[in-house]
């Protein structure tokens, strides 16, 4: 395990202080086409009136900054001391005095239980050991809290296979969730909630420059949510995942 930690620390360490931005050159396209992270945004825009947020990896751009603005305290953890002194960085520049950033281990987390309201995170949990991270979530989740989070699937193999071919954009350690991935976390959360994203809208990527791209787009967009609501068996090849865990199971 600490071997796979520091791969992982050394890893983003090293993507945050080189500035690069080679992952979202490569994979913006895809984001392009992608309505899962306005989905994730509304809700955690409705769960942050007054609540105490545990964000999972953050960075400069992490959303702890608009659900500070909007209210929230707010604490972002991230295994990576770079992206921390980033992000502090700029809490500083905004002058958000209710944001606190910390380096931390999101599968051993040192605060006390019943912690948080909410707790979220954006492409984070298919970095790390599942069954410890929903136990800590579990733990330091108030009764009535929410945990919110969006993930890539991993079992489209088309996409797999351009994760094959583009090593040098992820760890080696990253596991793109599966189906099972949800069912565990039903074994720490009475309510496990997950809404399902990208199929059929990668055929709009190609008109993306086009007039007509956004209408498409969003055209596309229903036509998977009906496709998954009708055929559930798909749902796995879908891209991406906002899962939303609720009613922790306190042990």
């Known amino acids: ?10 890893f983003h360490n090293r993507s945050f202080a080189d500035g690069s931005r080679e992952r979202e050159r490569r994979v913006g396209v895809y984001y392009s086409v992608s309505s899962s992270f306005v989905y994730y ?10 609540a105490s947020v545990l964000e999972y990896g953050c960075g400069p751009g ?9 209210g929230a305290t707010v604490t972002g953890i991230d295994i ?26 999101a599968e051993e987390l040192s605060f006390d239980d019943n912690s948080f309201d909410l707790v979220c995170g954006s492409a ?9 991270a929903f136990a800590e979530l579990s733990r ?30 992820r760890t080696v350690d990253e596991h793109p969730l599966i189906m099972r991935d949800l069912k565990l976390a039903g074994e720490y959360f009475e309510g496990v909630n997950a809404r399902f994203f990208q199929l059929l809208t990668f055929m709009a990527v190609p008109f993306r420059r086009f007039p007509f791209f956004r209408r498409l787009r969003l055209a596309l967009d229903r036509c998977d949510q009906l496709l998954f609501n009708h055929i559930p068996f798909v749902r796995r090849y879908s891209w991406q995942v906002v899962i939303e865990l609720s009613r922790p199971k306190k042990r």
Do not use: W
């Open 124 to 132: 984070i949990l298919h970095h790390l050991d599942l069954r410890k």
């Open 80 to 105: 990576s001391e770079v992206a921390i002194e980033q992000a502090e960085e700029t809490a500083s520049r905004e002058e958000l005095g209710n944001l606190y950033f910390k380096v931390m281990n």
């Open 41 to 50: 945004k509304q809700l955690l825009e409705q769960k942050t009136n007054n």
């Open 62 to 70: 992490s959303s702890a900054f608009l659900l500070s603005r909007r």
């Open 140 to 169: 330091t989740l108030k009764p009535g809290g929410t945990a919110l989070f969006v993930e890539p699937l991993g079992h489209n193999p088309a996409i797999n296979l351009y994760r094959a071919c583009t090593p040098r954009l």
């Open 1 to 10: 395990m600490q071997e796979r930690y520091l791969r992982e620390r050394d």
